[in-house]
């Protein structure tokens, strides 16, 4: 079974992950493929290079992050290009893993973290969609927190998703983040519980 995990940025996708590969999921992580994709001499490294110049380079050939996030986040039509490079490579990554994952049990579920889920029309693929959401004065203040960004910087990366609330609507799981670590993990082990149940009720049928 393929489930999506998605949330908006800061909410608690990372961290409701690592709790379900605990519980024993195997997680497809969108930005950790992003990153793969993006080293020194692949395809969409190219590209990027070829797009935004060799400005947006570290030293070492590496695309610097911040640079290039400050251009996009900036911008909707260079996020929009950077989207058109990056996606179709992680889509045939992430691909790659999750056969490669049920080749070595069928029976296991599988997560795929994705911050885009909703809006890339993602959700249609997977069989449950599972929310993570804070409300917008939580989420503010841990992106600020985790990423030493500016208030502008950040209001920026929060208003380049569709926000959370909006995403709830597509929830078959809802997560609410909002409390402490203890409260989010006993929602994930019920949760959890539940896809368990519906993998079992999938294979006797
Ligand atoms: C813009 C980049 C260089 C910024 O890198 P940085 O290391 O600062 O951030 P990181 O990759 O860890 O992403 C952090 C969060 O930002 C948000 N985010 C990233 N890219 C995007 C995007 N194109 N649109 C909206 N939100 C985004 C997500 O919530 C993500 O979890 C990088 O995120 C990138 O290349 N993005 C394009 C690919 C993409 O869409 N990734 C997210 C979904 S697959
Ligand atoms: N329940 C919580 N209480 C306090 N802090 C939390 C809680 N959950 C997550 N955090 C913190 O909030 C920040 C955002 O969480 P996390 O990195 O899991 O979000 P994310 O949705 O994966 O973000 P992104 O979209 O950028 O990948 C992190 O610094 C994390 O440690």
Same mark, same amino acid.
């Given at each position: 079974m393929i489930v999506g /995990?998605?949330? &908006?940025?800061?909410?608690? %996708?990372?961290? #409701? &992950? %690592?709790?379900?590969?605990?519980?024993?999921?195997? +997680?497809?992580?969108a930005d950790k493929i992003v990153r793969e994709v993006q080293q020194p001499g692949e395809r969409a490294w190219r590209e990027i290079v070829d797009f935004f110049g060799e400005e947006i380079l570290q030293p070492n050939g590496e695309l610097d992050r911040a640079k290039l996030g400050a251009r996009v986040f900036d911008n909707p039509e260079s996020r929009e290009k950077l989207n058109q490079i990056v996606h179709p490579r992680v889509r045939e990554e992430r691909d790659l893993q999750t056969q =490669?994952?049920?080749?070595?049990?069928?029976?296991? +579920? #599988?997560?795929?973290d994705i911050p885009l889920l909703i809006e890339t029309g993602i959700h249609?693929? $997977?069989?449950?969609?599972? $929310? $993570?959401?804070?409300d917008q004065e939580t989420q503010y203040a841990r992106l600020l927190k985790?990423? =030493?960004? &500016?208030?502008?910087?950040?209001? %920026?990366?929060?208003?380049?998703?569709?926000?959370? =609330?909006?995403k709830k609507r597509y929830a078959d799981f809802l997560i609410d983040n909002g409390g402490t670590i203890e409260e989010t993990f006993q929602q994930v082990q019920d949760v959890w519980a %539940?896809?368990?149940? /519906?993998?079992?009720?999938?294979?006797? /049928?």
């Open positions: /995990l998605t949330g &908006s940025i800061a909410t608690g %996708k990372s961290t #409701v &992950s %690592k709790m379900l590969a605990d519980l024993g999921a195997v +997680i497809i992580d =490669e994952a049920l080749a070595h049990n069928p029976n296991r +579920i #599988v997560i795929w249609r693929e $997977v069989e449950r969609t599972i $929310v $993570v959401y804070v985790r990423d =030493e960004l &500016s208030a502008e910087a950040a209001r %920026k990366r929060i208003a380049a998703q569709m926000p959370v =609330e909006e %539940k896809l368990l149940r /519906l993998q079992e009720e999938g294979a006797s /049928l």
